[in-house]
């Protein structure tokens, strides 16, 4: 374990720590520029309040639409939003819905988490400071399409934790911005040695520069800001997923299959994409829907065109 006391990459996977696993650790060098991304967690704002509480009253499995519509209620950026989302073209209502309590009904809890949880990320990623080689933009849109994507393969597709594809979606670059941010000489160098080399991945490069990852940091981060250990363990093993487990597919899979559809539409972070071949319709078909690519084109199209707008 290094010590911020996270998860470590070893050899090609994150391990996490023997106090809640049970692996073994092994150690990692510390280099002052590793250590020094690892800081630029401190720069992370945290969640907000009531976001907090919305999580963990989603959590709960016995929640109710009052209780969730008090904690909304409070919050009037959030409100309005959610009344924004429930009369937009997503949702086709003839009439307008006024009442928050009625659009959480309309809307469904899955669809309010995930909407809550945009709204503060979103609010969040405008108070970091970032480098002007960093495009915010095209972060957002990229993090919000790979969200939108896990979300709709997790209700088609059996998976381990479905109910953590949006937010493992939404959070998985994070660890590029922290870079960025962080050791903004050193991202440019990795964007210098990542395009001007065919075979080597985004991953290699940040290795060879920094000694670490950006899912490792991202992971981290993630950890400090106390999400599910799935959603963390998935974000750290993007780059290379868990084996699934019998018919069930594992959370870091269904990341990676999404990061890789939404690449293929050209939703990306233009200057460290991950180059990839052939087009979304191919990966729907090779993840064995082929059948309903059409409709989860056509889904995506709707939720994230509605859902861009919030960023």
Known sequence: MDNTGIAVRTTGKVVYPADESGVTIAAVPQTPLRERAFRAMNQLPPFSPTLNRLLATLAKEDVFYAELATIIEKDTVLAGNVLKLVNSALYARSGTVNSVRYA??????????NLALSLSVAKLWKQVKTP???????????????AVMADLLAQRLKVRYPEGGFTAGLLHAMGKMMTATGLP???EQILQLYQSSSAMTMEEAEFQLIGCCHAELCAAALGQWKLPPDIQEAVGNQHDPRPNLGEQ?????????????VNLLGITIPACATLTKGTAEDALAHLGLGTDTARILADFDAEFGTMRGFF
């Open 185 to 187: 000489d050193q991202f």
């Open 104 to 113: 959480i009904s309309i809307i469904g809890l899955n669809k309010l988490r």
């Open 132 to 146: 002007k080689s960093w495009s915010q933009a095209a972060f957002n849109q990229h993090s919000l399409a790979t």
């Open 249 to 261: 597919m594992d959370l870091s899979r269904l990341l990676a299959e999404a990061h890789n559809v």
